[in-house]
């Protein structure tokens, strides 16, 4: 299991651990098998494991989300699923058929059985039809309250990269837009501008953008992520001072990459980060006489 943070939520007077990862949210089935024996979650778990109608359920959620699931393990414990002498254990299913719907992970603080919520939802039902009703309606609670978060947050920096967008524009009207120009030039110059921001934080021009997603209502800058736009509220201050240095764009924009990577993985780790190749910088700015 990874070491994504892990939150907790209140299930009739019983702590529930869950946490988020690529795959989606994973609630830990130790705890709401503690809902029944808070000594032998263990042996709760087990016990629901040896269901053949357990063994389908979890066996076809793997065969929809895990491309790597051993189906020839699979039917071999489905066949022996249900008698008197089967025994299975999530360690052993994991191990078995390469199971990602369910995670075991030893030790006696932060261990235990986690699975995915759809999984863990499937547990519940089996444990207790009031205990998963009350789980279902906090974790989606919970979620709803995470989503308004997100989007406050997301709304912010949102708000304050277009203010900083002034700054940005003002140091270009100072220093690069010539005082004899066409609209239609100026409009090309500062256009110009804003893809060497897209480019050096999301690695493509807002053109590029729209031709690969030509069915989005936005634009680029409308599906960044927050951390993304607190890079690039950063990122158009930061270039509005290298405009006044007199730098060129093409200087500029090995920086300014530089530095969202740099900002980037500060702000969510070592997850993979754009770098600019060669052949992705933009062409300079050139005005016709």
Request: glycine content about 6%; aromatic content about 10%.
């Amino acid at each position: 299991m990874n070491k994504a943070k892990k939150e907790k939520m209140m299930i009739q007077g019983k702590e529930i651990v869950w946490f988020e990862e690529e795959k989606g949210d994973y609630i830990s089935l130790t705890d709401i098998a503690r809902y029944r024996d808070s000594k032998r979650s263990d042996y709760i778990l087990q016990n629901w494991m040896r269901n053949r109608s357990t063994i389908e359920f979890i066996g076809l959620w793997e065969q929809f989300n895990n491309p790597n699931f051993n189906p020839i393990e699979f039917d071999g414990i489905k066949s022996k699923s249900g008698s008197n002498d089967f025994v299975l254990t999530p360690k052993k299913w994991i191990e078995r058929t390469g199971a990602v719907g369910i995670i075991s992970k030893p030790g006696r603080y932060g261990g235990g059985t986690f699975a995915h919520k759809d999984i863990a939802f499937e547990f519940a039902t089996w444990l207790s039809a009031e205990f998963k009703f009350y789980l279902i309606r906090e974790f989606q609670r919970l979620k709803e309250e995470e989503q308004k978060r997100l989007s406050l947050d997301w709304n912010l920096q949102r708000t304050l990269a277009k203010i900083n967008y002034k700054i940005h524009t003002d140091a270009i009207r100072e220093h690069i837009v010539p005082p004899f120009v066409t609209p239609e030039q100026a409009s090309y110059i500062y256009a110009s501008e804003a893809d060497l921001l897209n480019t050096a934080l999301f690695g493509k021009t807002a053109q590029e953008w729209r031709l690969k997603n030509a069915g989005a209502k936005g634009n680029i800058r409308d599906e960044a992520t927050i951390e993304q736009l607190v890079v690039l509220s950063n990122l158009e201050s930061i270039n509005a001072l290298l405009i006044e240095q007199n730098l060129p764009q093409s200087s500029r924009l090995i920086q300014l990459n530089q530095i969202a990577i740099t900002q980037l993985k500060s702000l969510v780790g070592n997850r993979q980060i754009l770098k600019l190749e060669p052949e992705n910088q933009i062409s300079p700015i050139h005005i016709s006489d």
